[in-house]
Every structure is written in structure tokens, then in C-alpha cells.
């Protein structure tokens, strides 16, 4: 019995000290230009700040990236550099360059990397994503206002996945409640560092324009003119099928097939604030002298932690709705979110 409890007890050392050891293995390691080596794990760089987790502390160390001179890892990393490019693997020290980290089998600069996240071997890994909240009231005429908001972001090498989606909703005295809803995804595989192709899909439910329901598919691609890991300007374009059921029965419901060009830039670079603007112009091609205008503004000012405050406003425009409706569905909104 006794030899039986010693060996038991030797297996669970044996245990404690593999576990202790793989934990090791895997633990990143950042090397200050002091000298000094801050062992755990790397959380992401972002904003010329590497953020990394320790067992020692309850709380994130943030290091200025001008402060660090290396950094090892044996976990897969998503990287992108000043100038647009994307690379995928562990991080070693390059020997042979001073200042520089091996991505996989690429060498880059520290002064070059502008951001970086892990990149795990499991799919849900990958996400980012958002959600805000707001809610406003004023006693005159009892007007009240609640918007939601949420965005879930997807992003290997090679695949950029955005999908958003709102709701508002507005009632006040001796005035019909309306609401608005919106779903839309925009799927890129880039092709190297400047091109992509996409396709894209649009909700629209608007009391306003008295939409049930707009549905719009298209693909095309696109190229960014302008592309960092903290900014970017991108300008695409395809074609489209746009179909349209309205709240009144007695309007037919509508086809259309569409071209599309848009324009989107983003930008992290303000610092206190992330910007998000995007504009699609679409003309139909085969509803004479119809063309749609979608546009979007997202100010995201950045709060401890990563809670925001939004200011967003959106403008729907149709230039030949059915008689008797709204061309135009446009507003604005303040609301709380976090990034997660």
C-alpha cells in the first residue's frame, strides 16, 4: 500500500513538473532594451504598445514598442507592417540583424511591425468583435430614442470578414413609433498586399422609405490605395441584385440588377479616437434613372479599457422610390459600447 502511495505521488510530480514544463516552453518572452525579459503571454500590439499578460500580475503590462528590443514565441502570429504586408508564424530573434524579429522564415525590422495579434490554430480564435448601446429621452413631446449596434470582425493572412448590424428604434407622443434595422457583411480575400475580391450582402428594414425588407448581393474587388495596420483607404466595385418588398401590399415588389462602387477609410491613427467612413454608389442597370446612395460615419473615442463612446450617423438615399415614399432615410446616434 505504502509503495503503491509513493508511486502515485512520484506520478503526480512527474505531472507538475511536464506541465511546468510545456508552460515554459510555450511563454513568450519580451526582451527590454535594459536587458531585462518579461516572460508571458503577448496580448497584441496595437498603437506602438505591445500589451502583455503575466502570472505575477493581475494586470497587463503596456510597453512602449520603441522600448523593446526582441521578442520569442513559439505561438502563431498575425503581422502587418507599415507598408501593408500580412505574415503569418512564430517569432524568433534574428541573430544576424539587430532590431529585427523572424516571422516564420521572415525577417522584419521592429521599427516596420505596426501591429500584431495572436494567430491560434482554432477558428473562433480569429474574432473581434464589438457591441454598443444607447438610449435617449427628452420630455418634450416624450421623444425617446434606443439604438444597439454590433460588429464582428474575422481576419487569417489572406481573409478579411466584417459583418454589422444596427438597430434604432424612435417613438414619440401623438407621433407613430418607427424603427430601422440593418444587416450587412463584406467578405475580401486579398490578393498579396494591395488587392482583393469580395462579395457583399445588404439588409435594409426601414419604417421610413416603408421597406419589409431590401435585399442586396453582390461581388466585385478592389484595391487600397492606402493600407496600414492602423489606416487604410480602400476603393471597389461589381455588380449586384437588389430586391425590395415593401410594407404596403399594394406596391409590387421590386428587382433590380446594379452596378456598385465604393469607398471606405479607416484610420487609428488619431489616438484618442477610431474613425470608420464608408460610401456606396449604386446605379441600376435596368431601372432607368434610379441610383442608391449608402453612406456611413463611425467615431469611436476611446475610453480605459476597451469600452468607447460612438458618435455614428447613417444617410439612406433612393432617387426613384415608389410614389408617395421617402427618398431619403438618414439620422444619427450616440451610444456605449465595448471591443471585445
Not at 246 to 274: N, Q
Request: net charge negative.
Amino acid at each position: 500500500m505504502l509503495s503503491r502511495m509513493r508511486c502515485v505521488t512520484c506520478l503526480g510530480v512527474v505531472l507538475i513538473l511536464v506541465t511546468a514544463a510545456r508552460a515554459s516552453a510555450q511563454a513568450d518572452v519580451v526582451t527590454m532594451v535594459t536587458g531585462e525579459r518579461i516572460v508571458g503571454e503577448i496580448k497584441k500590439v496595437e498603437k506602438d504598445v505591445l500589451t502583455i499578460g503575466t502570472t505575477y500580475s493581475d494586470a497587463d503590462f503596456k510597453i512602449e514598442w520603441d522600448k523593446i528590443a526582441s521578442l520569442e514565441s513559439d505561438r502563431q502570429f498575425l503581422i502587418e507592417t507599415f507598408d501593408g504586408k500580412r505574415l503569418a508564424g512564430s517569432l524568433k530573434v534574428d541573430a544576424a540583424k539587430k532590431g529585427t524579429v523572424l516571422v516564420g522564415t521572415d525577417s522584419v525590422p521592429l521599427a516596420d511591425l505596426a501591429a500584431l495579434v495572436p494567430f491560434e490554430r482554432t477558428f473562433w480564435s480569429r474574432f473581434d468583435a464589438g457591441f454598443d448601446f444607447g438610449y435617449s429621452m427628452t420630455q418634450a413631446n416624450s421623444a425617446k430614442q434606443l439604438t444597439l449596434g454590433g460588429t464582428l470582425l474575422y481576419r487569417d493572412r489572406q481573409v478579411v470578414d466584417t459583418a454589422l448590424a444596427n438597430v434604432f428604434k424612435s417613438s414619440q407622443s401623438n407621433a407613430p413609433d418607427t424603427q430601422r434595422w440593418d444587416f450587412g457583411n463584406d467578405f475580401r480575400y486579398l490578393l498579396g498586399d494591395r488587392w482583393y475580391a469580395n462579395t457583399t450582402q445588404d439588409f435594409l428594414n426601414s419604417d421610413e422609405q416603408k421597406l419589409d425588407l431590401r435585399t442586396t448581393i453582390g461581388g466585385g474587388g478592389g484595391r487600397y490605395l492606402l493600407r496600414t495596420a492602423a489606416q487604410h483607404l480602400a476603393l471597389g466595385g461589381g455588380l449586384a441584385w437588389t430586391n425590395e418588398k415593401y410594407t404596403d401590399p399594394l406596391i409590387p415588389t421590386k428587382d433590380s440588377a446594379e452596378a456598385y462602387i465604393g469607398t471606405e477609410f479607416m484610420t487609428e491613427k488619431l489616438k484618442f479616437a477610431d474613425l470608420v467612413t464608408r460610401l456606396t454608389y449604386y446605379p441600376s442597370l435596368t431601372i432607368d434613372d434610379r441610383y442608391r446612395l449608402n453612406y456611413k460615419f463611425d467615431l469611436d473615442f476611446n475610453l480605459p479599457g476597451d469600452w468607447y463612446l460612438r458618435i455614428g450617423i447613417f444617410e439612406n438615399f433612393d432617387s426613384l422610390p415608389p410614389p408617395g415614399l421617402s427618398r431619403n432615410d438618414y439620422g444619427w446616434s450616440n451610444s456605449f459600447g465595448l471591443k471585445f
